[in-house]
């Protein structure tokens, strides 16, 4: 059986939530994520090396762009977290969430996803996960889905567990921690 070409594939560019709205990367939000990023510094730098410094406007808008093609090309299905308005715009970016690690002929994603601090806490990211999760089983044809995170990001891990994400194990030094020390990595799991 032929796997189809994934560009090919279809992905929606909006998934709505009860309070949240993911809507795919498009060219003209780099300053806005810029914004977010540095208002996120301390909250996100302990667990993300892409997010050490705060970004430029102009930087910010190259990863957008980059992001938009790599969702285009089905590479890499990264979408912005909005606050839903009432009348179900997006509101005010909460930060990023998305499918990566994709393998098409496995049928397997890797959720990751990050939330501004004041937002934190509130079952944003929760939503944004059941959101995908649902996407990766419901439309993509998802065999495994996977959250990968550091066995000292207590919040990350709560997420997953909330979601119905099973801990499969620890990988022990399997990669290395945003100052470059070897640390472990929980990998949690939900199968179709």
Known sequence: MNEPDPPLIDVPERLDGERIVLLAPRAGLGAEMAVVIAQSLSHLR??????????????????????QADFIMRRDLCFQIYARRADGSPG?????AGLHRIDWAVR??????????????Q????EAVR???ALAFEQLGARRVEIRCDPRNVKSRAVAERAGFELEGVLRRHGLDVDGRPCDTCVFSRLE
């Not at 079952?123 to 929760?126: A, E, L, M, N, R």
Request: net charge positive.
């Open 108 to 121: 397997r994603f890797e959720v990751g996803y990050w939330i501004r601090p004041e937002a934190a806490g």
């Open 92 to 96: 005010r970016m909460l930060g990023g």
């Open 123 to 126: 079952g944003h990211v929760g």
């Open 131 to 133: 959101l995908l999760a």
């Open 46 to 67: 302990p667990w993300m090396p892409w997010a050490q410094e705060a970004p430029t406007a102009e930087s910010s808008e190259r990863v957008v762009r980059r992001m």
